[in-house]
């Protein structure tokens, strides 16, 4: 499923990524380390640490807001 999503992405010049697929799994494999880590009695609310990764992974992705408005969308989602 991000695999798609970041290829897509790719294509369409919103992300400028040369190596799609492995920006892919990198993301897939920051979300999925989580869980090892991160308490709800820590210092960072869970809104917060989901604010921080969506601008990660879009930086993972070299991600191009001149090509869309979604990563102001997606911070204001948040």
Same mark, same amino acid.
């Given at each position: 499923?991000?695999?798609? !999503?970041?290829?897509?992405?790719?294509?369409? %010049?919103?992300? +400028?990524? !040369?190596?799609? +697929?492995?920006? =892919?799994?990198?993301?897939?494999?920051?979300?999925?380390? +989580?869980?090892?880590?991160?308490? =709800? *009695? %820590?210092?960072?609310?869970?809104?917060?640490?989901?604010?921080?990764?969506?601008?990660? *992974?879009?930086?993972?992705?070299?991600?191009?807001?001149?090509?869309? %408005?979604?990563?102001?969308? *997606?911070?204001?989602?948040?």
């Amino acid at each position: 499923m991000v695999d798609v !999503e970041v290829q897509d992405g790719a294509r369409s %010049g919103a992300f +400028l990524t !040369e190596r799609p +697929l492995e920006a =892919a799994r990198a993301v897939v494999t920051m979300c999925t380390a +989580l869980p090892q880590w991160y308490s =709800a *009695a %820590g210092p960072t609310s869970a809104e917060d640490v989901a604010r921080q990764y969506v601008e990660f *992974a879009l930086d993972l992705v070299r991600y191009q807001p001149s090509q869309s %408005g979604r990563r102001a969308a *997606a911070r204001s989602s948040l």
